[in-house]
């Protein structure tokens, strides 16, 4: 098994532009978050999806769009980069909403210049 | 908002020492799972406590979760230098709230 797989690893974007980074999962999972990580601030939920179709925002959405149109992919939009959105972001998956740990991606490192 | 705070935030020790870290929240969760984070990669899944003065045994590492369900403790006996990383404690739920982390180095 894969597990979960975020593309691309590095990015960096300019002021304005727009970006989707990329999660799939080949476990199954129903339930997808993305989670951005600063120094200092821990993991932050940005979005989650309890499976396809449904999605949910979580403590910092702004500045980002998701959709979950298959259990399997969970892409995570930038509509317009901002350099407050300099971060590493990370996706998670689990089989259920509750009563599982998460598996995480390796994670995509993104700069905003 | 940090739901979850998490004391020490650095730590560096000797190999072979003992430490504790902390993981507290001024609500009651219904469980809290703990993980370690490497450099460069995704955090994963150490365990996880659902029942108020619950104790798990991972090898060296031992876990506590509060009797009132509002903290829990992460001890590690006779560390070693891979025990290096970022640990994370995370509320359970719709939505997982991480901590802050304590990062940990143990120093050969």
């Known amino acids: 098994n894969a597990g979960v797989t975020q593309t691309p690893k590095f990015q960096v974007l300019k002021t304005g532009q727009s970006m989707t980074l990329q999660c799939a999962q080949d476990?199954?999972?129903?339930?997808m978050s993305w989670y951005r990580q600063d120094p200092g601030m821990g993991l932050r939920l940005i979005h989650y999806s309890v499976g396809a179709g449904i999605t949910d925002q979580g403590e910092v959405p702004n500045g980002y769009n998701v959709s979950r149109s298959t259990t399997e992919d969970f892409p995570l939009r930038l509509l317009s980069a901002a350099p407050s959105q300099t971060s590493v972001y990370f996706c998670a998956s689990s089989p259920r909403v509750t009563g599982y740990g998460y598996t995480f991606g390796s994670g995509t490192r993104l700069t905003v210049v | 908002t940090q739901l979850l705070e998490q004391s020490p935030q650095f730590l560096s020790i000797q190999e072979g020492e003992n430490l504790t870290v902390y993981c507290n929240s001024s609500s009651v969760f219904s469980s809290l799972q703990w993980y370690r984070q490497e450099p460069g990669e995704g955090p994963v899944l150490l365990v996880t406590v659902v029942t108020g003065g619950e104790v798990k045994k991972l090898k060296r590492l031992t876990f506590q979760f509060g009797d009132a369900r509002k903290d829990s403790s992460l001890h590690i006996t006779a560390a070693q230098p891979g025990d290096t990383g970022l640990y994370l404690c995370a509320r359970t739920g719709n939505q997982f709230y991480f901590g802050t982390g304590t990062s940990l180095t143990v120093i050969p």
């Open positions: 476990m199954n999972h129903e339930y």
